[in-house]
Each structure stands twice: as structure tokens, then as C-alpha cells.
């Protein structure tokens, strides 16, 4: 393993532990400081919306850079600082303020991709080979973490974030150098009127859309889904470790399974076992019967992302993918994270943990439709030849 490899390896896993740590529990702890689950679906959307605003600034700044580390190194100096601000208030616009800065702190995200990227092709490795260690960590993490904050609580989480930041700010200056990738050659609005005029890609934008944000539901209440109907705490983690251990060998197969049964059928099967899961949650059925219907999670999240964004990089316009790639990021990833927290928080608050998986179900479904009327339409003829549909 080359020292690139070996160090953005380490990175991602480091990364995701402190992600592992926190993330999954971040509604835990601000609902035991008394925030009813509305106002925390509410700040959760505000960082998703902050997300938006900045990723495409702090992209701006790294083409300007002469070395895309000095940004991450910043994100990850800034980040815990803003995250301790959820322990230093209880009341909500504070925390608002908290959600929107923490979220442009930690919007510096995608050009660590870019430096994997940007290495990988120098030195002869995929983005997967490092990638997986992102997902392995965060599997393993996330079931420690459940039975640890059950013992000392979810403050010591503060702690944790910190000094894994402090390892991350260390490796920072091991990555190799990187100088900010070429911006496009294409007049930006053009490009985004280009892709805003394909009504195939647009359709299918939409779809994902509809079935992320259950997704977000999903993943941002999953921790008072247990809480309200009084499952061990101590057995939140291992919900998101199942589900993170089957992602890996399906992003392996992921390729091979395409080329086999094609993207849309890939498709549809991911969005029918999401909407299977929800169904079979809605029903209580035990904390045992949750943490192992995580499979379908697992396989189904990893199938749709792999998918989804091949099939958008078929569907673009001639020399617009990358503008459709962020179109696809902003609707389908940060709006639907958007719609999803606040939805899923007004929900969990008004109608409780059952109805509201029942209501995940009904969108899970409506993408289910979606994506066979795409199908049945004929709209991923569409997609580039390059890529082989059914």
C-alpha cells in the first residue's frame, strides 16, 4: 500500500469514527436538554440548509488555494469548537446559531474527496479502497458508542469529538499536497440551464428526492424511535453497525450487481426494501427485529447511492456532469435532509414513533411508484450509451 493510500486510509477512518461518535446521537442529547423533537428536526434542517450555502463557497476559496490542506485543516480545527456550543445552551436560537455555524465548519467535506481523488489517480488506487475504511470505522463505532453513552451519558461525546479532531488536524499535515482542481470551463448558469432543461434527469432528481427523505427520517429519529417505546438505549449503535457492516460488500458488488441486472432494477429493488422496512418498524416489533431488519437498510442504501449517481452521469447533459452532480447533491442529499428532519420531527412529536414510520412507508412507496413509471416510460433510454440499461 503506497503512503498515500495508507494516509488518506487513515484519515477516512479516523474522520468517520468522530462522525460515529456524534452524528447518530446528536437528537438523544438535545431532546434530554428538553428541546421537543419538532424544534429538532428544525435545527437539523437549518445545518443541512447552512450545507448548501457553503460547500459551494468553500469550493470557490479551494480553487483560489494553493493547497487544498490549509481548508481542511481549518474545518477540522473549527468544527469541535462549534460542536461543544449544543453543551454550552438549552435554548433553541442559540442552538440554531450552533447548527448553522457547525455546518459551514464541517462543509469542507467534499474536497477531502477531491484530494483522495485527485491522489488516487496519481498513485494508482481507487476512491473505494480508501473510502472502505470510512465505512468499517463508522460500523464499528457506532456500537461502542450506543453502549458507552448509555453508561456515562451522551455529553461525554463532546470529549470524544475533540480529541479525535485533534488526531485529524496531526494527519492533516501528513496528506499530500494538493493544488485545488481546475474549475469547469462553462458558463455556470448556462450549464445549470442546460441541465435544469432535461426533463428525464429532472424526474429522476426528483424520485431520489422523495426516497432520501425517508432516508433522512429515518437516520435522525431512529434514536427516539427506541426511546419512545422504551427499547435499550444501550442498542441504538448496533442498528447503524449492522447496517454499516452490509454496505461494504454491497459498494464492492455494486458494480458487478449493475452490469448484471441494470441501474433501474437496482433501483427499484433498493427503494422496495427500504419501503419493507419501514412497514415492519411501524409495527414495533421489538428492539431485536429492528437491529436485524438493518440488513435491508444496509443493502438498500448501498445499492441506491452507488446507483444513483451513475445514473445521473448518464442522464447529464454532454459536459454538464458535474453540474448535475451537484444539482443531484443539493436536491437529493442536503433538501431532502432538509425536508426529512423537520417532517420527521413534527411527526414524531404529533403522531408518535409508529405513525410515523407508517408515514416513511407511504414516501418510501411513492419513490417505489416513481421510479416505475420511470422505468415503464422509457426515460433511461435517455442515459448516456456508455452506461448499460435494461
Known amino acids: 500500500m503506497r503512503w498515500g493510500q495508507r494516509i488518506f486510509s487513515f484519515y477516512y477512518f479516523v474522520y468517520f469514527v468522530a462522525m460515529a461518535a456524534t452524528q447518530p446521537f446528536v437528537t438523544l442529547y438535545l431532546n434530554s436538554k428538553g428541546i421537543n423533537s419538532t424544534d429538532i428536526g428544525f435545527l437539523l434542517a437549518v445545518g443541512s440548509g447552512a450545507g448548501i450555502v457553503a460547500q459551494p463557497i468553500l469550493g470557490y476559496v479551494n480553487d483560489l488555494a494553493h493547497d487544498s490542506r490549509r481548508i481542511l485543516l481549518l474545518s477540522v480545527i473549527f468544527s469541535p469548537v462549534m460542536f461543544a456550543g449544543y453543551g454550552l445552551w438549552h435554548r433553541f436560537w442559540p442552538l440554531f446559531a450552533v447548527s448553522v455555524l457547525l455546518a459551514v465548519a464541517q462543509s469542507a467535506a467534499p474536497i477531502l474527496d477531491a484530494m483522495a481523488v485527485q491522489e488516487g489517480t496519481r498513485s494508482g488506487f481507487s476512491y473505494g479502497q480508501i473510502r472502505l475504511w470510512g465505512a468499517l470505522s463508522f460500523a464499528l463505532t457506532t456500537m461502542v458508542a450506543g453502549y458507552v453513552y448509555n453508561i456515562v451519558g451522551t455529553s461525554s461525546f463532546f470529549f470524544v469529538y475533540g480529541a479525535l479532531s485533534l488526531i485529524l488536524v496531526w494527519t492533516t499535515f501528513y496528506l499530500p499536497r494538493s493544488t485545488a482542481l481546475s474549475r469547469p470551463q462553462e458558463n455556470l448558469f448556462r450549464g445549470i440551464w442546460k441541465v435544469l432543461s432535461n426533463p428525464s434527469l429532472l424526474f429522476f432528481i426528483a ?184
Open 207 to 390: 424520485i431520489c428526492f422523495v426516497l432520501s427523505t425517508s432516508i433522512s427520517i429515518n437516520f435522525s429519529f431512529l434514536p427516539l424511535y427506541y426511546q419512545d417505546l422504551h427499547y435499550p438505549m444501550g442498542w441504538v449503535g448496533l442498528n447503524f453497525t449492522v447496517a454499516a457492516l452490509v454496505e461494504v460488500p454491497f459498494f464492492y458488488l455494486s458494480g458487478k450487481i449493475l452490469a448484471r441486472v441494470g441501474p433501474m432494477r437496482v433501483v427499484i429493488l433498493a427503494s422496495l426494501l427500504y419501503t419493507v422496512k419501514y412497514v415492519i418498524m411501524a409495527f414495533a416489533p421489538g428492539a431485536v427485529a429492528v437491529i436485524v431488519i438493518q440488513v435491508l437498510d444496509g443493502t438498500a442504501y448501498a445499492l441506491y447511492w452507488s446507483t444513483g449517481v451513475q445514473l445521473v452521469a448518464a442522464l447529464a447533459p454532454p459536459r454538464r456532469t458535474a453540474t448535475a452532480q451537484t444539482l443531484y447533491g443539493a436536491i437529493a442529499g442536503s433538501l431532502s435532509n432538509i425536508v426529512g428532519s423537520s417532517l420527521g420531527g413534527f411527526l414524531l412529536q404529533h403522531v408518535g414513533p409508529s405513525n410515523l414510520y407508517f408515514v416513511t412507508a407511504g414516501i418510501g412507496t411513492l419513490s417505489l411508484v416513481g421510479f416505475l413509471v420511470f422505468t415503464r416510460l422509457g426515460l433511461h433510454k435517455a442515459a448516456s450509451p456508455l452506461t448499460t440499461l435494461p
